[in-house]
């Protein structure tokens, strides 16, 4: 009889998930192939392997989509889906560094959909932002207040008693 005297009845179980716990309100898009030109192509290397930090770190960056893959690649971008959708089963690996949520499989993304919030500017003396700007060897704002560096109150400050419209940081 199968059961006793050192014999156990095997029995083969269903994969199953548990229902999936947003830990920033975002919502998982399941399990989507990958391959060698990614389907989300930013490569987040700081959040490998936990979830958390991946998500936070993909929602400063502004992206829409991050995707967890081979125990906990971080993967962001704004469209995702090119490869295709498949079964959840074969997003089977769990994260590195947290070990109760999946984190894809080979060449297998766990994808979700992030809540990207805009960030609002609060001003400190009635200026307002005018967006970001990409600079180059011959500064758009040719005067350096070193004084003000890394204090936007005290560089701001310094730069209206300068007479300068514009301030960058």
């Given amino acids: ?3 006793s005297g050192w014999r156990n009845n095997i029995f083969k179980l269903p994969f199953t998930k ?13 399990c989507y192939k990958d391959a ?13 392997g936990n979830p958390s930090k991946c998500f936070k770190m993909a929602m400063d960056a502004g992206y829409q989509n991050v995707g967890m893959q081979y125990r906990g690649e971080c993967w962001g971008g704004s469209s995702m889906g090119k490869y295709g ?3 959840d089963s074969e997003c089977n690996m ?18 979700f959909k992030l809540v990207v919030t805009k960030k609002s500017y609060k001003p400190i003396y009635g200026e307002s ?18 004084a003000g560096y890394g204090n936007p109150s005290k560089c701001f400050k310094m730069a209206m008693d300068a007479g300068y419209q ?3 940081m």
């Fill in 129 to 146: 932002s005018e967006g970001c700007y990409k600079d180059a060897g011959r500064r758009d704002l040719p005067n350096l207040i070193r």
């Fill in 1 to 3: 009889m199968c059961g």
């Fill in 166 to 168: 514009y301030v960058g």
């Fill in 18 to 30: 548990k229902s999936y716990q947003p830990i920033y309100g975002e919502s998982s898009e399941g």
């Fill in 36 to 48: 060698g030109r990614r389907d989300l192509p930013n490569l987040i290397r700081a959040g490998y």
């Fill in 85 to 87: 959708k498949r079964p």
């Fill in 94 to 111: 769990r994260c590195k560094h947290d070990n109760g949520r999946w984190c894809g499989g080979g060449w297998r993304n766990n994808i």
